[in-house]
Structure formats: C-alpha cells, structure tokens
C-alpha cells in the first residue's frame, strides 16, 4: 500500500519537545518533498514546513521559525519535524504529505498522511 504514516504525537506542556516521524511505504521518499501542515479545531489548515529532496531548502511558516526543523532520512525513508519550545497555540493534528517533485515549496501532494495530534497543555 503507497501511503506516509505520522506517528510522534502526544501530550506535551508548554515549553516542551516532540518529534514528529513520516515514514513512506510502497515507494521510496528519495525524489519527494515533504510538507508539515497542521490543522487545529475550528481553524484553517496551515503550512508548517516544507523539506527538498535534497535536504538544500527547507521553508517554515513564520510563527515555527527558530523552534521547528524538518529533516528526513532517506536511507529510512522517513521524514521529520524537531518541535522544540512548543506553545499552547501549537496544539493541532499534524499531517506529512509527499510531493512527486523535489523543490519546496509543496504545490500539490502525492500522499496525505492520516494525522498525529499534538496537544500543548499545562
């Protein structure tokens, strides 16, 4: 089955970490941007990030900047998204998507993960 699986959510208070994981199965992620979107209850889906094929760009939308970094391991076919000094306002469910062209920002997406919740809460 072709498809990316997040997994990595939870309960963190404020000012804690997580680490968010893709992994792709049934195709390999090497020739793929991913893209972190994040959608809270009640609100719009946004962009989070977005990571090349190359690991050479990787873009954040602005209040992520300094505390979220995508990275991906290829040889594991996976992707990630380091989460550091997360706020009440980062609590969402998390979705990766995989893009059948290297470049970021995403334009369209091949695969759509299921979703990881993330809840920041004292």
């Known amino acids: 089955q072709l498809q990316v699986v997040e997994s990595g959510g939870g309960l963190v208070q404020p000012g804690g970490s997580l680490r968010l994981s893709c992994v792709a199965s049934g195709f390999t992620l090497d020739d793929y941007a991913i893209g972190w979107f994040r959608q809270a209850p009640g609100k719009e889906r946004e962009g989070v990030g977005c990571i090349s094929s190359n690991d050479s760009v990787t873009n954040y939308e602005d209040s992520v900047k300094g505390r979220f970094t995508a990275s991906r391991d290829n040889a594991k076919n996976t992707a990630y998204l380091q989460m550091n000094s997360l706020k009440l306002e980062d609590t969402a469910t998390y979705y990766c998507?995989?893009?059948?062209?290297?470049?970021?920002?995403?334009?369209?997406?091949?695969?759509w993960g299921q979703g990881t919740q993330v809840t920041v809460s004292s």
């Open positions: 998507a995989a893009q059948s062209d290297p470049a970021c920002p995403l334009r369209w997406y091949d695969y």
